[in-house]
Protein backbone atom coordinates (compact mmCIF):
# COMPACT_ATOMS: atom_id res chain seq x y z
CA UNK A 1 0.00 0.00 0.00
CA UNK A 2 1.09 3.18 -1.11
CA UNK A 3 2.09 5.52 2.11
CA UNK A 4 2.49 8.98 2.66
CA UNK A 5 5.57 10.95 3.26
CA UNK A 6 6.67 13.91 5.00
CA UNK A 7 7.96 16.64 2.09
CA UNK A 8 11.36 18.70 2.82
CA UNK A 9 10.76 21.98 3.11
CA UNK A 10 11.98 23.77 -0.03
CA UNK A 11 14.23 26.16 2.30
CA UNK A 12 15.83 26.76 6.05
CA UNK A 13 14.53 26.78 8.75
CA UNK A 14 15.30 29.96 9.37
CA UNK A 15 14.47 31.66 6.07
CA UNK A 16 11.61 33.10 6.40
CA UNK A 17 12.65 35.23 9.23
CA UNK A 18 11.83 37.89 10.55
CA UNK A 19 8.57 37.22 9.92
CA UNK A 20 8.22 32.97 10.98
CA UNK A 21 11.26 31.88 13.29
CA UNK A 22 13.66 29.15 12.65
CA UNK A 23 11.97 27.51 16.09
CA UNK A 24 8.25 27.37 14.37
CA UNK A 25 9.03 26.33 11.50
CA UNK A 26 11.15 23.22 12.37
CA UNK A 27 7.93 22.36 15.08
CA UNK A 28 5.83 23.03 12.43
CA UNK A 29 7.69 20.97 10.16
CA UNK A 30 9.16 18.27 11.89
CA UNK A 31 6.65 17.53 14.60
CA UNK A 32 2.78 18.67 14.30
CA UNK A 33 3.18 17.87 10.40
CA UNK A 34 4.70 14.65 10.68
CA UNK A 35 2.31 13.98 13.09
CA UNK A 36 -0.19 13.91 10.53
CA UNK A 37 1.74 11.95 8.27
CA UNK A 38 2.15 9.26 10.59
CA UNK A 39 -1.70 9.24 11.63
CA UNK A 40 -2.88 8.83 8.13
CA UNK A 41 -0.54 5.99 7.36
CA UNK A 42 -1.82 4.39 10.74
CA UNK A 43 -5.30 4.62 10.14
CA UNK A 44 -4.91 3.18 7.05
CA UNK A 45 -3.14 0.42 8.55
CA UNK A 46 -6.29 0.16 10.95
CA UNK A 47 -8.91 0.51 7.86
CA UNK A 48 -6.72 -2.53 6.57
CA UNK A 49 -6.87 -4.71 9.83
CA UNK A 50 -10.68 -3.80 10.12
CA UNK A 51 -11.77 -5.21 6.80
CA UNK A 52 -9.63 -8.40 7.22
CA UNK A 53 -11.15 -8.58 10.75
CA UNK A 54 -14.65 -7.78 8.58
CA UNK A 55 -14.40 -5.13 11.63
CA UNK A 56 -16.88 -2.27 10.33
CA UNK A 57 -18.24 -0.66 13.32
CA UNK A 58 -14.63 1.04 13.27
CA UNK A 59 -15.20 2.40 9.73
CA UNK A 60 -16.93 6.04 10.94
CA UNK A 61 -14.38 6.69 13.49
CA UNK A 62 -11.63 5.56 11.38
CA UNK A 63 -12.65 7.90 8.20
CA UNK A 64 -12.79 10.36 10.12
CA UNK A 65 -9.29 10.12 11.39
CA UNK A 66 -8.08 9.56 7.75
CA UNK A 67 -10.37 12.63 6.80
CA UNK A 68 -7.86 14.88 9.32
CA UNK A 69 -4.67 13.50 8.91
CA UNK A 70 -4.62 13.36 5.01
CA UNK A 71 -6.01 16.98 4.76
CA UNK A 72 -3.80 18.46 7.56
CA UNK A 73 -0.78 16.76 5.26
CA UNK A 74 -2.22 18.02 1.95
CA UNK A 75 -2.73 21.37 3.93
CA UNK A 76 0.78 22.08 5.28
CA UNK A 77 2.42 20.52 2.03
CA UNK A 78 0.84 23.70 0.10
CA UNK A 79 1.32 25.73 2.96
CA UNK A 80 5.25 25.09 2.97
CA UNK A 81 5.36 25.93 -0.44
CA UNK A 82 3.37 28.66 -0.30
CA UNK A 83 5.67 30.70 0.92
CA UNK A 84 9.50 31.71 0.02
CA UNK A 85 12.10 33.84 1.28
CA UNK A 86 11.68 35.63 -1.62
CA UNK A 87 8.26 36.17 -1.66
CA UNK A 88 5.90 38.90 -0.72
CA UNK A 89 4.57 41.58 -3.25
CA UNK A 90 1.02 40.56 -5.07
CA UNK A 91 0.08 38.69 -7.87
CA UNK A 92 0.47 39.30 -11.42
CA UNK A 93 -0.91 37.87 -14.39
CA UNK A 94 -3.90 36.15 -15.30
CA UNK A 95 -3.96 35.44 -11.07
CA UNK A 96 -3.98 38.66 -10.78
CA UNK A 97 -7.00 39.11 -13.30
CA UNK A 98 -9.10 36.79 -11.58
CA UNK A 99 -8.43 38.23 -8.15
CA UNK A 100 -9.61 41.52 -9.64
CA UNK A 101 -12.47 40.21 -10.95
CA UNK A 102 -13.65 38.01 -8.35
CA UNK A 103 -12.65 40.16 -5.29
CA UNK A 104 -12.69 43.87 -6.72
CA UNK A 105 -9.11 43.67 -6.14
CA UNK A 106 -6.22 42.75 -4.20
CA UNK A 107 -6.07 45.04 -1.71
CA UNK A 108 -9.97 43.72 -0.76
CA UNK A 109 -8.72 40.38 -1.51
CA UNK A 110 -5.96 40.67 0.97
CA UNK A 111 -8.29 42.04 3.83
CA UNK A 112 -11.00 39.14 2.74
CA UNK A 113 -8.36 36.34 3.03
CA UNK A 114 -7.03 37.99 6.09
CA UNK A 115 -9.99 38.12 8.23
CA UNK A 116 -11.31 34.56 7.49
CA UNK A 117 -7.74 33.42 8.68
CA UNK A 118 -7.78 35.41 11.83
CA UNK A 119 -11.30 34.78 13.17
CA UNK A 120 -11.54 31.42 12.75
CA UNK A 121 -12.57 30.10 15.98
CA UNK A 122 -10.42 27.30 17.37
CA UNK A 123 -7.99 25.25 15.08
CA UNK A 124 -8.13 25.52 11.29
CA UNK A 125 -7.42 27.70 8.14
CA UNK A 126 -8.10 30.77 6.03
CA UNK A 127 -7.96 29.42 2.33
CA UNK A 128 -8.14 30.63 -1.25
CA UNK A 129 -9.76 28.14 -3.26
CA UNK A 130 -10.59 27.68 -6.50
CA UNK A 131 -14.61 26.79 -7.00
CA UNK A 132 -14.65 23.86 -9.63
CA UNK A 133 -18.59 24.87 -9.66
CA UNK A 134 -18.30 28.65 -10.67
CA UNK A 135 -15.04 28.95 -12.33
CA UNK A 136 -14.42 31.34 -9.58
CA UNK A 137 -12.08 32.28 -6.85
CA UNK A 138 -13.48 32.46 -3.17
CA UNK A 139 -12.22 32.51 0.42
CA UNK A 140 -13.09 29.64 3.11
CA UNK A 141 -12.55 29.02 6.80
CA UNK A 142 -11.56 25.38 7.06
CA UNK A 143 -12.30 24.20 10.45
CA UNK A 144 -9.30 22.01 12.28
CA UNK A 145 -8.44 20.65 8.39
CA UNK A 146 -11.22 19.40 6.92
CA UNK A 147 -14.83 20.67 7.97
CA UNK A 148 -16.78 23.31 6.47
CA UNK A 149 -15.29 23.67 3.07
CA UNK A 150 -16.79 24.11 -0.20
CA UNK A 151 -16.96 20.13 -2.00
CA UNK A 152 -14.96 20.77 -5.43
CA UNK A 153 -13.18 23.48 -4.05
CA UNK A 154 -9.39 23.12 -4.93
CA UNK A 155 -6.70 25.22 -2.72
CA UNK A 156 -4.44 27.64 -3.74
CA UNK A 157 -3.14 29.39 -1.05
CA UNK A 158 -3.71 28.31 2.69
CA UNK A 159 -3.11 30.50 5.84
CA UNK A 160 -2.39 27.89 8.91
CA UNK A 161 -4.42 29.59 11.94
CA UNK A 162 -3.37 26.79 14.47
CA UNK A 163 -1.79 27.94 17.41
CA UNK A 164 0.88 25.83 16.39
CA UNK A 165 1.76 27.95 13.70
CA UNK A 166 2.00 31.36 15.70
CA UNK A 167 2.11 31.63 19.34
CA UNK A 168 5.35 30.75 20.30
CA UNK A 169 6.83 34.09 18.29
CA UNK A 170 3.44 36.36 18.64
CA UNK A 171 1.61 35.12 21.86
CA UNK A 172 -1.92 36.15 21.58
CA UNK A 173 -1.63 38.70 18.64
CA UNK A 174 -2.56 36.59 16.07
CA UNK A 175 -3.30 39.05 13.45
CA UNK A 176 0.46 40.43 13.89
CA UNK A 177 1.23 36.84 12.36
CA UNK A 178 -1.47 37.23 9.14
CA UNK A 179 0.19 40.58 8.55
CA UNK A 180 3.40 39.16 8.48
CA UNK A 181 2.87 36.54 6.43
CA UNK A 182 1.98 38.49 3.56
CA UNK A 183 5.73 39.42 3.35
CA UNK A 184 6.77 35.72 2.41
CA UNK A 185 3.90 34.48 0.16
CA UNK A 186 5.30 32.72 -2.85
CA UNK A 187 2.84 34.01 -5.68
CA UNK A 188 4.80 32.20 -8.25
CA UNK A 189 3.62 29.10 -6.66
CA UNK A 190 0.15 30.43 -6.38
CA UNK A 191 0.06 31.21 -9.86
CA UNK A 192 1.12 27.94 -11.06
CA UNK A 193 -1.46 25.87 -8.97
CA UNK A 194 -3.71 28.62 -10.53
CA UNK A 195 -2.99 27.76 -13.91
CA UNK A 196 -2.99 23.94 -13.26
CA UNK A 197 -7.22 24.05 -11.96
CA UNK A 198 -8.33 26.73 -13.60
CA UNK A 199 -10.17 24.63 -16.51
CA UNK A 200 -11.20 21.70 -13.77
CA UNK A 201 -14.79 21.70 -13.92
CA UNK A 202 -16.70 18.79 -11.89
CA UNK A 203 -20.18 19.54 -13.23
CA UNK A 204 -19.57 21.43 -16.72
CA UNK A 205 -23.40 21.51 -17.17
CA UNK A 206 -23.86 23.71 -14.13
CA UNK A 207 -21.20 26.14 -14.78
CA UNK A 208 -21.87 29.96 -13.57
CA UNK A 209 -20.92 32.40 -16.52
CA UNK A 210 -19.42 35.38 -15.22
Known sequence: MTKYALPDLPYDYGALEPHISAKIMQLHHDKHHKTYVDGANQTLDALTDAREKNDFARIAALEHQLAFHVSGHVLHSIFWKNMSPNGGGEATGALASAIDRDFGGFAKFKQQLTKAAATCMGSGWGALMFDTL?????????????????????????????????????????????????????????????????????????????
Open 134 to 210: SGRLITTQIHDHESQTVQGGLPLLVLDAWEHAWYLQYLNEKTKFFDAIWNVLNWKDVAERYERVRGVSLIPEQKAVG
